[in-house]
C-alpha cells in the first residue's frame, strides 16, 4: 500500500520558520517528481514547490526565496523549509508524487498524495 505522510505542521508566528517532511512507504520514490501543494480557508489547492527525481525545483512566484523543497532518497522522503512564513501561507499542505519523476506544477500530474497537513500563521 503506497502512503505518503506529512509531518512538521502547526501554528507559528508571522516572520517564523517550519519544517514539513513527507514519509514514503510502499514503494520506492527516488525516481519520482515530489511537489507540495496547499489548500487555504475557502481557496482551491495550489502549488507550492517541486522537484524532479534529478533535483531539479520549481517554486510558486509567492514563496519563492523563502520556500525550499529537497529529498533524502535514502529516507524516501521530501522535506519543505518555510521561512519568513506570513498570515497567507496559512493552509493545509499537501505532498505528492509524480511517478514520471518531471516537475510539474499541475495537480492531475501526480498520482499519489498525502492525507494533508495543518500550518496556521499568526499576524
Known amino acids: 500500500q503506497v502512503q505518503l505522510v506529512e509531518s512538521g505542521g502547526g501554528l507559528v508566528q508571522a516572520g517564523g520558520s517550519l519544517r514539513l517532511s513527507c514519509a514514503a512507504s510502499?514503494?520506492?520514490?527516488?525516481?519520482?517528481?515530489m511537489g507540495w501543494f496547499r489548500q487555504g480557508p475557502g481557496k482551491e489547492r495550489e502549488f507550492v514547490a517541486a522537484i524532479s527525481s534529478s533535483g531539479g525545483r520549481v517554486y510558486a512566484d509567492s514563496v519563492k526565496g523563502r520556500f525550499t523543497i529537497s529529498r533524502d532518497n535514502a529516507k524516501n522522503t521530501v522535506y519543505l523549509q518555510m521561512n519568513s512564513l506570513k498570515p497567507e501561507d496559512t493552509a493545509v499542505y499537501y505532498c505528492?508524487?509524480?511517478?514520471?519523476?518531471?516537475?510539474?506544477?499541475?495537480?492531475?500530474?501526480?498520482?499519489?498524495w498525502g492525507q494533508g497537513i495543518q500550518v496556521t500563521v499568526s499576524s
Open positions: 505528492a508524487a509524480d511517478v514520471w519523476g518531471s516537475i510539474s506544477v499541475s495537480l492531475s500530474e501526480y498520482e499519489y
Open positions: 510502499g514503494r520506492t520514490f527516488r525516481n519520482d517528481g
